[in-house]
């Protein structure tokens, strides 16, 4: 898969399109892994990464490249805004009879955004550093996740898989460390003060980010393919 970072530096120089934004739908981005929240104590339900990443998805399609590339329309919650035009219409025949104002058609989408987050790896990368002299020392320690999120963009109109991106983004979290040990009474007491801190990448954040990733590189990957063009900047 395609390094998150390796594409994201490209986001704020992304060319505009050469035409309108094309109008997509996004129906579903779950997490396909099945992992739960490590534990070294309980057992516990939480997931791992979140099960809201078709919400971080339609964000990103809406703002990526200046909102110039993709026009969004929902899916998600299809039920339900079928259900509201479905009293809209009702109402306005009960009041306004035969001659009711008719609601516009709704928009539909040329393409399909499908995929998910297909893999999370924990612990992939560990290790650490310290030292002590006179019983004065610090440490410390690091660990790296992984996760891994696939989008491919599906025409509506044959089926045909347009593109499919696949995108990696490490985690890392870090601990350090600082301790005293002196001992008194001709050595035959002892006191240990220890004290430390630790940081946690934010795994949504490092999800967001892969989604991100996924876009831009699926942007680059259609004008390659001829699914779209770059507008030109020669004047």
Known sequence: PVVVDNRLKNER???PPASAPATVAVYAFRDLTGQRRASQTVATLSSAVTQGADA???RTLQTVGNGRWFKVVERGGLDNLIKERQLIRQMRELYEGPSARPLPP????GIIFEGGIIGYDSNIMSGGLGARALGIGASTEYRQDEVVVNLRAVSVATGEVLTSVTVSKTVVSWQDKIGVLKFNELGTESLEMEAGGATNESMNKAVQLAILGAVVET???GEK???WQ???TTP
């Open 106 to 109: 709704m928009v539909f989408a």
């Open 225 to 227: 393919r001829g699914i």
């Open 56 to 58: 971080y998805l339609v």
């Open 219 to 221: 942007i680059f990957e």
């Open 13 to 15: 120089v992304i060319p």
């Open 230 to 232: 770059f507008a030109s």
